[in-house]
């Protein structure tokens, strides 16, 4: 009896251990997810910023549109997410919107087409992915 109850938990913790990799390996997609969102966050607040008007306003949407779209689908495609993905993800959503609504909003108003502004905001715009991304990498 006692046999069986040791093979029991050793096949339990075995499949734990499984499951576990599992997550972990599964789970690395969002990374890439968080760098090509970085990286497209920094892409269009420099078009919208430093392009004339109204193309700087359309290419910047097109940029945000598609990655948003393709991530989307790259995101629903995957088969699994760690525990407390939402809330970390809804998170770092928020945190890109008040730094992208931030810079757009004294970019236009204070420093319209100055590089000076747009690039280092561009960068300020995409920390909330590439830090996001270096922290879930770290997990």
Same mark, same amino acid.
């Given at each position: 009896m006692v046999e069986y109850a040791s093979k029991d938990a050793a096949a339990a913790l075995a499949r734990a251990q499984e499951l576990s990799a599992t997550v972990r390996d599964g789970t690395k997609w969002y990374v890439r997810y968080l760098v090509i969102f970085g990286c497209a966050s920094a892409a269009q607040a420099l078009a919208v910023g430093l392009l004339v008007h109204p193309y700087g306003m359309a290419i910047g949407t097109g940029i945000g549109g598609v990655t948003v779209t393709a991530l989307s689908v790259y995101a629903v495609r995957q088969r699994v997410s760690r525990r407390g993905f939402g809330w970390w993800h809804a998170g770092l959503m928020g945190v890109w919107t008040l730094l992208y609504v931030g810079v757009l909003l004294l970019? =236009?108003?204070? =420093? #319209?087409?100055?590089?000076? &502004? &747009?690039v280092p905001g561009a960068l300020v715009?995409? !920390? #909330?992915? !590439?830090?996001?991304?270096y922290l879930e990498a770290r997990r």
């Open positions: 970019g =236009f108003g204070y =420093f #319209p087409g100055a590089v000076a &502004w &747009w715009v995409a !920390l #909330p992915g !590439l830090i996001g991304s």
